[in-house]
């Protein structure tokens, strides 16, 4: 079955810059949408970027427009987010997801296939 496991997070300063990683399996891959996704503490899970395989058409979320930035490696299956500027705000544990029906509307509920998390803690 589809399987996603997400890496990469960790702590840093505001300003700094990460990128989380997405391996995925299970399915061919160019036959999913994929989302990043985040939820802050006490907040509802949000769309941050969305990319449909199918076409190659991007959703960037306003919060992410201008400093976050999707890509992935076919050759190993994973799903990047790059991350810069990072903000306090941006605080929040960060899902990958993938659904072969989302195409690039960035919403939880079009999404079926979600990995277990990764904690992205901005302080200073």
């Known amino acids: 079955q589809v399987q996603l496991a997400e890496s990469g997070g960790g702590s840093v300063q505001p300003g700094g810059s990460l990128r989380l990683s997405c391996a995925f399996s299970?399915?061919?891959?160019?036959?999913?949408?994929f989302g990043w996704f985040r939820q802050a503490p006490g907040k509802e899970r949000e769309g941050v970027v969305c990319?449909?395989?199918?076409?190659?058409?991007?959703y960037y979320s306003d919060i992410a427009q201008g400093r976050f930035h999707i890509s992935r490696d076919h050759s190993t299956n994973t799903i990047y987010l790059q991350m810069d500027g990072l903000l306090l705000e941006d605080t929040a544990v960060y899902y990958c997801?993938?659904?072969?029906?989302?195409?690039?509307?960035?919403?939880?509920?079009?999404?079926?296939?979600w990995g277990q998390g990764t904690q992205v803690t901005v302080s200073s």
């Open positions: 299970g399915d061919t891959m160019n036959r999913y949408a």
């Open positions: 990319i449909d395989l199918y076409d190659g058409e991007m």
């Open positions: 997801a993938a659904d072969r029906h989302a195409s690039t509307e960035c919403v939880v509920r079009m999404y079926d296939h």
